[in-house]
Each structure stands twice: as structure tokens, then as C-alpha cells.
């Protein structure tokens, strides 16, 4: 469990991302955040109980520039 105070966001929570890293390993492209939640550097997941998230990160075609 975290022991960060004020308490990082739960694997559940929307915002799960922001929870502090325990071990980095940017070499290889993942982290792994106090809340249990598997973070990959193209912003794919994997949650504690093995739910993955595809990863969400904006491309080149949904990046839009103003005129």
C-alpha cells in the first residue's frame, strides 16, 4: 500500500498514473508505481488483478495544430 502522504491514487482511480514510481526501469520502458499499476513508456497498463489498458498516449493522426 502507499505510504506517501496525501496517499497516491488508487489502481482504480482515474488518474492512476500519477501515483509515484517504487521502480524505474526506462531502459526496458515500464515502471512500476506504488499503487500496483504496471506502467509502460507508450502508456499501455497492467493493473494488479491482470487488467491491461491499451495504451492511450495522442498520435500523429488525433493531434491536431491551430491555424
Known amino acids: 500500500m ?4 496525501p496517499p497516491c491514487p488508487t489502481a482504480l482511480s482515474a488518474d492512476r498514473d500519477a501515483a509515484l514510481p517504487v521502480a524505474h526501469h526506462p531502459e ?6 506504488c499503487n ?3 506502467l ?3 502508456t ?3 493493473l494488479p488483478d491482470g487488467s491491461v489498458i491499451a495504451p492511450h498516449r495522442p ?8 491555424a
Open 40 to 42: 509502460f513508456e507508450d
Open 44 to 46: 499501455g497498463e497492467i
Open 28 to 33: 526496458q520502458g515500464w515502471s512500476l508505481l
Open 2 to 5: 502507499c505510504q506517501h502522504q
Open 59 to 66: 498520435t500523429a493522426d488525433t493531434v491536431t495544430t491551430a
Open 36 to 38: 500496483g499499476v504496471l
